[in-house]
């Protein structure tokens, strides 16, 4: 399978880039890059590298990065930590927001499914967007509102579509 198309990495990146500060100048040139990667399929390393490349001399800073790296490591964040964080939540955002047209389509069909969530989550413990492992939710506007990709980098859920018997 080729790289999804490009819309979806566009709309991941454009939320991405709120975070980001740094001259419109720079956040232009991160998202060409992250564009060009992304349809040549890069992989992590590459992306970090690709990146780098653009960024380097240059001032730029993502602050919800570094806290959340920081509380995962215990120790400030290195570039290349926040770079494959960008990388990661990226690559998971822009697969979530296919994922999120594909359900959306799906659920146009009038088929009763209802929205089964996995989280890689301990002990029942909601995740970031207040999803629950094992949750499953009648759709409606507001569920489909807080469908993944949530805002946090590190988002742990994926939501599927069942039909109610075959929820449980």
């Not at 890069?42 to 509380?71: A, N, Y």
């Not at 089964?116 to 967007?129: I, K, L, M, T, Y």
């Amino acid at each position: 399978m080729g790289a999804l198309p490009e819309a979806f990495a566009l709309a991941a990146w454009q939320r991405i880039a709120l975070e980001i500060t740094a001259s419109p100048k720079v956040k232009a040139d991160m998202q060409a890059e992250a564009l060009r990667l992304h349809a040549k399929g890069c992989i992590q390393r590459e992306f970090t590298r690709g990146m780098g490349v653009v960024l380097h001399g240059q001032s730029w800073d993502w602050p919800k990065g570094k806290v959340l790296i920081m509380e995962r490591l215990g120790e400030p964040p290195h570039v290349d930590d926040l770079l494959e964080a960008l990388y990661s939540w990226f690559m998971s955002a822009t697969h979530k927001l296919h994922r999120r047209g594909q359900i959306r389509t799906q659920l146009a069909g009038g088929m009763g499914q209802v929205i089964h969530v996995s989280a890689e989550v301990e002990d029942g413990q909601p995740v970031p967007c207040g999803a629950i492992d094992q949750q499953v939710l009648v759709p409606s506007e507001e569920v489909l509102k807080r469908m993944p990709p949530c805002k946090h980098p590190f988002c742990v859920c994926s939501w599927s579509l069942r039909y109610p018997d075959s929820a449980g």
